[in-house]
């Protein structure tokens, strides 16, 4: 549940999560839905289509995930900004798979007069396999 922070309550290490999160093929062909006007046989969309390609399976996009991920880090306090979030694929995301999101606080400072956090926010399979890896930087807003 989102409550509001202030800048000083955040120590270094300090997390967020972890949090659950399954994606599902139904979610995927929303999303896929909202950008194409047709959805065709893909590695997101299809599994023998995945398979032709070396995967095990069908993937979630990447801006989903990166989307899904976004949205951790935005959950978790309702006076933050997202000021960028830079993410790094290390691995294909499944879909139906339980997934589990964590933050790790890294830096916080003041620039152009706004308090800002720094983020390290991975999302690891069930094994804590980082599957993909992002660091954000956030804006905390007064109260």
């Known amino acids: 549940m989102a409550t509001n922070i202030t ?9 967020i999560g972890p949090s659950d999160k399954i ?3 139904e979610q995927v062909f929303e999303f ?14 299809d599994t023998e289509f995945a398979k032709s390609e070396g995967l ?15 949205q951790f880090v935005s959950n978790w306090a309702t006076n ?12 294909m995301v499944p879909h139906n798979t339980t997934l589990k999101l964590i933050g790790v606080f890294t830096d916080k400072f003041t620039e152009d ?19 993909v890896i992002g660091k954000a930087t956030i804006i905390v807003n007064k109260k």
Request: aromatic share 6%.
């Open 56 to 70: 095990n399976g069908p993937i979630v996009p990447g801006a989903l995930t990166t989307a899904v991920m976004a």
């Open 113 to 131: 007069g706004l308090n800002q956090l720094q983020c390290d926010v991975f999302l690891q399979d069930e094994n804590e396999v980082k599957l």
């Open 32 to 45: 896929v839905k909202i950008l194409e006007s047709k959805i065709e046989a893909s590695r997101f969309t």
């Open 23 to 25: 994606i599902t093929t």
């Open 80 to 91: 933050l900004k997202i000021k960028t979030l830079d993410v790094i694929f290390r691995h």
């Open 7 to 15: 800048f000083d309550e955040i120590e270094l290490g300090d997390e």
